[in-house]
């Protein structure tokens, strides 16, 4: 289907948010540097959106995508449950993204969230979407009393990543926050968990 020009230069006026988020942060995003990284002159966001909010709720949208489109992409080739775990926790450590000032962009979302309900609904969805796909992964493996705890417990475990990639003092690797969540599942699971996991599609 072709595209209008009138939502090409949205998409390209969020993706220009979203590298500006990256690089300041939800507190840095201002008209100018949105339109500066879209290649376009400030006044013209007001053209293509009811406010900065707009934008700003469509660019979280967007850099939640980018991850997501990480996991599905690594999903499809996953041949038993416990690939198919392994595909969510990696595909939300991506090598090029999983860096500090990025980190601190997440983290600056996950404050103004606190105090903007538009984007703790989208927070929400963002959980609820994490936890049917993980939940996917142990749904028969494990009993329905254990499942919301297990997954709650990587959720948490891969937002604590996050977290900690943000202090100025952590200088863990994408590769090291897979592996040490990883090990905290295998430990959780045990191993007749673990084989049924490797058995099951």
């Avoid at 450590?93 to 601190?104: D, G, K, S, V, Y």
Wanted: proline share 2%.
């Amino acid at each position: 289907m072709k595209r209008s020009i009138e939502d090409i230069r949205r998409q390209e006026l969020i993706e220009g948010a979203y590298r500006a988020f990256l690089q300041f942060g939800m507190d840095g995003l201002t008209t100018a540097r949105i339109c500066k990284e879209a290649g376009m002159s400030p006044g013209i966001l007001s053209y293509y959106f009811k406010n900065k909010d707009e934008v700003l709720f469509w660019m979280v949208r967007h850099a939640n995508r980018v991850i997501m489109d990480e996991v599905v992409e690594r999903m499809k080739r996953a041949s038993n449950r416990w690939d198919r775990l392994l595909a969510i926790i990696e595909g939300n450590f991506p090598e090029t993204l999983f860096e500090q000032n990025i980190a601190n962009a997440w983290l600056s979302f996950y404050v103004a969230s606190a105090r903007d309900p538009q984007l703790q609904r989208l927070q929400r969805l963002f959980h609820r979407r994490l936890a049917s796909n993980i939940t996917s992964c142990v749904d028969q493996i494990m009993d329905d009393e254990s499942v919301p705890r297990f997954v709650a417990t990587v959720a948490i475990l891969i937002d604590g990543s996050w977290l900690h990639r943000a202090a100025a003092h952590t200088k863990t690797s994408s590769v090291e926050a897979i592996d040490l969540i990883k090990t905290q599942i295998e430990h959780a699971l045990g191993t007749a968990k673990m084989v049924e996991m490797k058995r099951i599609k």
